[in-house]
Every structure is written in C-alpha cells, then in structure tokens.
C-alpha cells in the first residue's frame, strides 16, 4: 500500500474512532452509576488503556503494515489466539457502532417524533449498502467531522464552564469504589478506537515517528477532553444527567438558542453516523483478514469487481450490526462492547511481552514500551480487573467470545494454518536453556549408583556380554550391578557364571526368576519386588527379537518400563563393537538430557562423536529449525566433545530414517512411558526398521511439561 497518511490524517482516525456514543451517548449512563464522580471513571479508563496504547506503538514500528491487533496478537502468540483477537476486535467494533446507531436514534428525535429503534435499523441496514457499493474518498469528510467535533466540544467546555453550578458535584463519592469502577467499565468503549490507527500502518507516513504520536497523543488529548466535557455536564445540567439521551444537546440549551441547539444535534448526528460507519467498515476488514490467512472462509476476502470491497465480509457483519440493534438493550450492549475491548487490549499486552521475551532477530520496533514489563503486566490485571466489575452477562460474553475463537481455530484453522509464532520461539528459547543447564549439570554426576540390569533366562552368552558391557559404561565407580534373569514360556531356570571379567570395581548380584508362566500377574509383581528390593536407580532391558516365545518376556518388561519410576533402557542388540559414532534422535524435550548423559559416558570410553538428529515437519517455519541447531551448538559447548547437528524436514520421522541415522554404530531414542501390548510405540517402530543397535531411554521422570507451559502451547500452538 501507498504511505500517503501524514501526523493529521492520523490523527483523525485515533481521534476519530474515539469521540462519538463515548460523549454523546455514554455521559448519561456514566452519571446514572456513578453520580458526580462520571468525569474521574472517564480518567481511570483511560489510565487503564495507557499500556495498551503503549504496546501498540511498539508493535506498529516494528510491523508498520495492515490489520492491526489481529495481525500483532497471530505474529506474536499464534494463529489460535490470533483467531481469538480477531473475533474479540470484530465484536467490540460491531457493539460499538450497534450503539451509536441507537443513541443517533435519540438526537434525531430533537427534530422531529421518530421511531428510534426503527431509524436506527434502517440507518444500520443503509450503511451495508453503503458499504457494499464502495465508499471513496472519505477521508476528507472523516477528518472535517472530527476536527468539527472536536471544536464544537471544546467550546462547549468553554461557554459552560460559566454555568457550573457547584452544588452538582455534593456527594462526589456516594456510589463508592463499585460504582465508578462500573462506570469506568461501562464507558471504558470510548476509547475502543484509540489505537486502530495501527490497523492502517502501512499506509502512514514516517511510521515510525507518526504512529506513537497519534495514538499517544489522541489518548492524552482525549483523557483531559472526555472528564471535562463531562465535568461541564454534570455541573450544567446536574442530576438531570442520569436520565438524558441526548446529554450533549441537553448540556448546550442553557447557554445557546434553539438553532444552536440544532446544530449541536446536527453534529452528534454526523458525528454518530460516521462512527458506526468506520465501525462497520473496520470490523468488516476482519473476516477479510483471517480468511487471507486462512482462518475463515474464502468466500469473505473476495472482492467485488465494481467496488473493490468485500461484500461478503460487509454483509454478515452488517447483518449482525442490524440484529444487535433491534434486540440488545443499549446498557448491555455497552457493557458487552467494553468487555470484548479490554479482552482486546489485554492481549495486546500480552503479545508485547511475548515479542520481548522471544527475541526474535526480526522483531526490532523503533519504539519500545517504557516501564518494561511492569506497564504490560500491570495492564493486564487492570484489564482482567475491570472486566470483572462489569457483571456477569458482559463476563459470559468474553468467555463466549474465547470459546467461539479457540472452537473455530480448532474446527476450522487449525489443519490450514502453519504460521508461528513469537511466543512459541520464547517457549523454545526458554526450554533450550533449561534442558542445556540440566544437561550440563546431570553430565557432572559421577554415573549411576545403583544399576539392575534385566535379561531372558538362556540368552546367549555373547549377547549377555555385549548388553553387560554396555550397562557398565554408565556406572560410577564402586557402584553396584545387579542382573535378573526372567523365565519365558517352556524355559526352564537356571544360571550360570556371567562373563564379567572386564568389571572393574562394581559389585555384582544375580537373581534368577522362576514364576509359572500362566500366572502373568504373579510374574510381573515379583519382577517389580525384584526391582524395589534392588532399588536400581537405572534399569537396563535386553529386548531380543520379537516372535511367539519372546512375547511374554517383552510385554512383562513393557509393563515393568510403565509401573518402574526410574529411568528404563530398552536396549535392542545387533552387534556392538567399535562405536565411533552415536546418533541421538532430538525430541527437544527432558527426555534428550537422558539420551546425551548416556551417549556421553560411551564416547569417554569409547572416543565416538555424537550425532544429534531432529526431524521437522515441512510446515516449520526457518526460526524454528534455526532454534534447533542453536541448541545444537549451545550442547556441544557444555560436553566438549564433537557434535555433528543434523536437521531434516519431512512429513514423517521414517522419510528421512536413514539420512539421521546412516554412518552411526549406536542409535539413542526417547521412549514413551506408556505402550500397548498390541501396538508398539514409535521408538519400538524404529529400532525394529533399523539394522543398527538401539537404545531407548525413558527417563525416571516422563517427559510431561508444567501446567503453566501445557497451557501456553495450547494457546500459541
């Protein structure tokens, strides 16, 4: 788009999309709340919309280009809170312009005995024919109707600053702390619009500079002009207030004639026209926007070829505009408006703080939010705090609002989108440096103290050699190695000499288990008691191949690796002599501090490099295979020893098999904690499509995020 806006067109729109039903409509409902203290709930409000005024300048100079806050919460937390913002920014936008149709009803009723809910409908339905016709050159008639605005407010406060009358303001806090905060909710739209300049940052000029002073500056004009507008209008017209529709004609009649009168009507009405006209106009670019992503239908960014518009888009949310206006009381649809915006704004901060703590290279705005991260974070609660004070159907209505966006993404978007996002790099950043530092700290232990190793009764003696011997690498000095035989079906007990003579200082124990092999049960608690009577703090499990008499010994040492809170080796042996390399299969999670601790204390022994393999899909964005060979890099500082990084995209983990794993004499897996006797899990599917050695690890603690971090990826994912 052409950066054709200078500071006064953008002025315009912030200031624009803030004054009309906030001061025309709102004032009465404000003093009906909260008596003489409506000018100090106009402030807080806009004390509370400060930090998200200040999060939007950021992300716009860091992002100057179209659609706003649902283009900054997608980039920021993902296309599932994406989604999430743009119907919350759709909703607030549409009640908005809902309710300044509905009290433009009222001032339309100083000239003549009107309907005002039937106007207001067939001013609603007359704006989408507008709208879906094609509207041109606007901008000019915008910024005249604000700035005439502006002008008719300011002298407003100057004639009837001379006809206060002092006695209104008795009783300043009667309502109390409920009873401003309810009005602070309740008027907390009127600055709905403050920061949808954003939404046309590539087409502003020197965005950078002219973004931050508009929406700064229209707040900060706006936070004096809203308490004083209404400071003039308690004190003129008094407790009269709580019960006015038309509060500004009302203020206005005691200090000019009847024609001044009209013509202060006259302006609220173009002034309510043309706010529920850009309302519509805004909200409507919304269906467009996430259906260009792919988060909604096609049919909403098509466009008409006589007037460039969305028709579709126009349609249903003029659709919507008209059905709010004909059966939602005005109270309630404010209140509704308010809490959809402060969803809105909240998560603008939330994606302020998710573009800092990812620090992604490309995110680099050239204004930045003073007070780091105190403002955001303080926005956030005063958001979530004010909605709380709103009552429960607003309540309901942000829920509701929640539940459609995250039902919607999950129904609709979630197979069409594969967009990324910046607070998923920070989870990844975060998690690189927790398992690094974990990493280097398990590598630091002098080995297990305490390892049991289980193994068939009648496995062949070079086999046992060859799975003793790799037990033993991962033993500290002067522990302890004990080994179970477990009886299979038809296999008789029995023992004989294990071929230890290349132990050095361990201490060897070995039990033999005989248990009817039709008592399962009985079989598996005397394997457990086995294990708890060693208290192994490392199991290491001889998996042969499977066939019908190795069955039951692999699906008892199965449920032994379920029910055994220590960490489980699967080890499937193929040969193993000279290891050179180890290739370690990466899953990002705790389970690769397990796979690196042991693939290190062979390669000691053995002088093997390591391999760290991942497989991403062909849908991950370039940050994320980026992120993982840094963590790639950042191990091979903390183990000293050579790391060759391998990243492969591939739709599954067995396209790209042999790529990960040729060359290497030992392969390193994850293992899940859990399987099924009848289906094998993705590791057992590995080893059994490799020719090669494989060992897989499942650590003494699963690998099962935080709560708080399960949370986060549900959101951004």
């Not at 009667?174 to 907390?188: K, P, Y």
């Not at 183990?639 to 042999?658: G, H, K, N, Q």
Request: charged share 20%.
């Amino acid at each position: 788009m052409k950066r054709e806006l200078g500071i006064f067109s953008v002025i315009a729109i912030s200031l624009g999309a803030m004054i009309g039903s906030g001061i025309f409509v709102l004032p009465g409902l404000a003093a009906k709340i909260a008596g003489p203290a409506a000018p100090l709930a106009y402030f807080v409000a806009g004390l509370i919309v400060v930090p998200a005024a200040f999060a939007k300048s950021e992300m716009a100079t860091a992002m100057p280009e179209a659609g706003g806050t649902y283009v900054f919460v997608d980039k920021g937390m993902g296309p599932l809170m994406g989604t999430v913002a743009g119907f919350g920014v759709w909703f607030s936008l549409l009640f908005k312009s809902a309710f300044a149709l509905i009290g433009l009803g009222a001032y339309l009723v100083v000239f003549a005995d009107v309907p005002v809910k039937a106007i207001a409908i067939g001013l609603a339905v007359g704006l989408v024919v507008l709208n879906a016709v094609g509207v041109k050159h606007t901008a000019g008639v915008q910024r005249a109707v604000v700035f005439g605005v502006l002008m008719m407010l300011l002298v407003l406060i100057a004639l009837g600053s001379s006809k206060i009358d002092s006695t209104a303001f008795d009783g300043f806090f009667d309502e109390g702390a409920s009873g401003l905060f309810l009005a602070t909710g309740v008027i907390f739209v009127s600055y709905a619009g403050v920061t949808k300049v954003a939404s046309v940052a590539e087409e502003v000029r020197n965005p950078n500079r002219n973004i931050p002073l508009s929406i700064l500056g229209s707040l900060g004009l706006m936070m004096v002009v809203y308490p004083a507008v209404v400071f003039v209008m308690i004190g003129v017209v008094g407790d009269s207030l709580a019960d006015s529709s038309t509060p500004v004609v009302d203020t206005a009649r005691p200090f000019t004639n009847e024609v001044g009168v009209d013509v202060v009507a006259v302006v609220a009405v173009l002034a309510l026209v043309s706010m529920a006209n850009a309302g519509l106009l805004a909200s409507s670019r919304y269906p467009f926007a996430m259906s260009r992503n792919a988060l909604a239908p096609p049919i909403f960014q098509r466009l008409s070829q006589r007037s460039g518009t969305p028709v579709a888009a126009v349609v249903v949310t003029g659709a919507a505009m008209v059905l709010l206006v004909a059966f939602v009381p005005l109270l309630q649809i404010a209140k509704l408006a308010s809490a959809f915006q402060l969803l809105v704004f909240a998560l603008e901060n939330l994606a302020v703080l998710a573009f800092r703590e990812s620090k992604v290279d490309w995110y680099q705005p050239t204004f930045r939010v003073p007070f780091y991260p105190g403002l955001p974070i303080i926005g956030i609660i005063a958001c979530v705090a004010l909605l709380t004070q709103l009552g429960t159907l607003p309540l309901l209505g942000a829920a509701g609002i929640t539940a459609v966006g995250v039902g919607w993404y999950q129904l609709f978007g979630r197979s069409r989108v594969t967009k990324q996002s910046a607070s998923l790099d920070a989870l990844r950043i975060r998690a690189t440096e927790d398992l690094v530092s974990t990493t280097r700290q398990s590598l630091q232990s002098p080995g297990s103290a305490n390892l049991l190793v289980v193994m068939r009764q009648g496995i062949a003696e070079d086999r046992e050699r060859a799975v003793l011997k790799l037990g033993l690498q991962f033993v500290a000095r002067n522990g302890r190695v004990g080994v179970v035989h477990l009886d299979g079906p038809g296999q008789a007990p029995g023992s004989h000499d294990h071929p230890l003579d290349e132990v050095a200082d361990a201490t060897v124990a070995t039990d033999e288990l005989d248990v009817d092999e039709q008592r399962t049960r009985i079989r598996r608690t005397a394997l457990l008691d086995a294990v708890e009577k060693q208290d192994p703090d490392l199991l290491l499990i001889e998996i042969p191949l499977l066939n019908r008499r190795t069955r039951p010994y692999i699906n008892d040492v199965r449920w032994l690796r379920e029910h055994a809170d220590r960490t489980v080796l699967f080890f499937h042996y193929r040969g193993l002599d000279d290891v050179k390399t180890i290739a370690i299969m990466g899953s990002g999670g705790p389970a690769d501090v397990a796979k690196i601790t042991l693939a290190h204390r062979i390669a000691e022994k053995s002088g093997a490099s390591l391999r760290l393999g991942h497989m991403l899909s062909e849908a991950a964005s370039e940050t994320e295979g980026k992120s993982i060979r840094t963590y790639h890099a950042r191990l091979e500082e903390v183990t000293e020893t050579r790391i060759e990084s391998r990243v492969a995209r591939a739709a599954t983990l067995f396209a790209v098999l042999d790529e990960l794993t040729t060359g290497a004499d030992l392969v390193i897996l994850g293992a899940a904690s859990r399987t099924s006797t009848r289906f094998s899990d993705l590791s057992e599917r590995i080893a059994a499509s490799l020719d090669l050695p494989v060992l897989t690890v499942r650590p003494a603690v699963p690998h099962k995020p935080s709560l708080r971090r399960r949370l986060l990826e549900r959101m951004i994912y």
